[in-house]
Nanobody, 123 residues
Framework: QVQLVESGGGLVQAGTSLRLSCASS????????MGWFRRALGKEHEFVAS????????FYADSVKGRFTNSRDADKNTMYLQMNSLKPEDTAVYYC????????????????WGQGTQVTVSS
């Protein structure tokens, strides 16, 4: 079993930055590819970014490419999402997810999920 705990959400102004963290426990961190998804009020889950088990490859949604950076620290068993130039449309609950094997873009592929952290960007 894998436990994921997100942190770092909050209320910020447009144009500023925020860094989300996802701490993992319960299974060897380096065996898991991980991803970030978000869900805005009244909308479906949306893929944001993912990173392979070894950190060698990252994938981004077009809407965040160039603004968000997904990374991981094996020593801390933690994944990060650095979010720069935030926009009001980035407002959502952000979830981290993990899966054995390769990183994918599909929510259905991920077996383990965190509880989510709220990010609100004011204009």
């Amino acid at each position: 079993q894998v436990q994921l705990v997100e942190s770092g959400g909050g209320l910020v102004q447009a144009g500023t930055s925020l860094r989300l963290s996802c701490a993992s426990s319960g299974r060897t961190f380096n065996s898991l590819s991980m991803g970030w998804f978000r869900r805005a009020l009244g909308k479906e889950h949306e893929f944001v970014a993912s990173i392979t088990w070894n950190g060698g490859s990252t994938f981004y949604a077009d809407s965040v490419k160039g603004r968000f950076t997904n990374s991981r620290d094996a020593d801390k068993n933690t994944m990060y999402l650095q979010m720069n130039s935030l926009k009001p449309e980035d407002t959502a609950v952000y979830y981290c997810a993990a899966r054995p094997g390769w990183a994918t873009l599909s929510r259905d592929d991920y077996k383990y999920w965190g509880q989510g952290t709220q990010v609100t960007v004011s204009s």
